[in-house]
């Protein structure tokens, strides 16, 4: 635990990050993968720096981790993945005592299983009391950018770094507020990295985020059918790392993608016994979906799954 003073804050304890010092092989593996996606897709847009990968090997007997990356702290804009950070905030509210409607269970579903940014819209009024509107006076909007930022406290107090998780996810906004909440340049967009959030799902998975039942809740949320098994896996299953699984694998994910962008993190149960979490993020190859299935496969291969 490391105890440390933030500006105009009380005294917070962080916790020490759980993915370091990071494992050689795991990041071998996860560089191995790395360089096979750029000989494969180098000639048609990818680069080194466009995109990132994390491993997480989990024991759930002990409830330990170990985990290995390429490029796993480099920030991205997440576009829907972030939904996962707000699903677990939520799921801590409900842990220190609020009791959800029927409304914010139902909203809490299709933000996650459809990936729906007017559930997301919700969510986040819910949880940080804030709603979208027209621009507000200064020492209001200061003091609703405030409450904006529950998420990134919880988080930051967590040990958690390279996230930004404050802003809603729309198709054509925002406007009012929300826009004037972004920044001139959009500086303040949400952004996330396949270390922070691989790191959350795996916590997820070995019931340490926020409560074993509330873990054991968010995992039904996540939990997908897998491609290889059912014909009518969704599409978050189908195009993502869902799509590199073999029979019998079990599949808890969240998918997002943009025009620019296109990640994927899974927790994965594989059929010989082994619990995995893979995050893969790239930029500016939104328009190449075979990159994260094949970095995917890469990966499931070695542990002797495909070729």
């Not at 950018?145 to 054509?172: F, M």
């Amino acid at each position: 635990m490391l105890t440390v003073w933030m500006a105009g804050m009380a005294l917070v304890t962080h916790t020490m990050n759980p993915l370091e010092p990071k494992d050689a092989t795991l990041t071998q593996w996860a560089e191995s993968a790395a360089q096979d996606a750029l000989t494969e897709f180098g000639g048609k847009g990818l680069t080194r720096d466009l995109f990132s990968i994390t491993i997480i090997e989990l024991d759930p007997a002990t409830g330990t981790m170990k985990a290995g990356d390429y490029r796993g702290n480099d920030p991205f804009y997440p576009a829907s993945v972030v939904k996962a950070f707000f699903m677990a905030y939520g799921h801590k509210l409900m842990h220190e005592g609020y009791k959800p409607s029927d409304e914010f269970k139902r909203a809490m579903n299709d933000m996650i299983k459809d990936s729906s940014n007017d559930a997301t819209h919700a969510i986040l009024d819910y949880t940080t009391g804030t709603t979208a509107g027209p621009e507000l006076p200064a020492k209001e909007f200061e003091a609703w950018k405030e409450k904006r930022q529950a998420v990134n406290k919880w988080l930051a107090a967590l040990g958690y770094t390279g996230v930004n998780a404050c802003q809603k996810t729309w198709c054509e906004g925002p406007y009012g507020r929300e826009r004037l909440f972004l920044g001139p340049n959009y500086e303040n967009r949400n952004s996330l990295t396949s270390d922070a959030t691989a790191r959350l799902f795996a916590e997820i998975a070995l019931g340490k985020c926020v409560s074993a039942d509330n873990s054991r809740a968010m995992l039904e949320i996540l939990r997908r059918k897998n491609p290889a098994d059912h014909s009518d896996a969704d599409f978050q299953a189908r195009a993502f790392i869902g799509k590199a699984l073999p029979k019998g694998a079990e599949l808890f994910s969240k998918a997002g993608y943009t025009s620019t962008s296109r990640h994927d993190t899974a927790y994965l149960r594989l059929p010989k016994g082994e619990h995995v979490v893979l995050s893969i993020y790239t930029h500016n190859n939104a328009d190449k979906p075979d990159i994260i299935p094949f970095i995917a496969g890469k990966v499931l291969a070695r542990y002797g799954y495909g070729s």
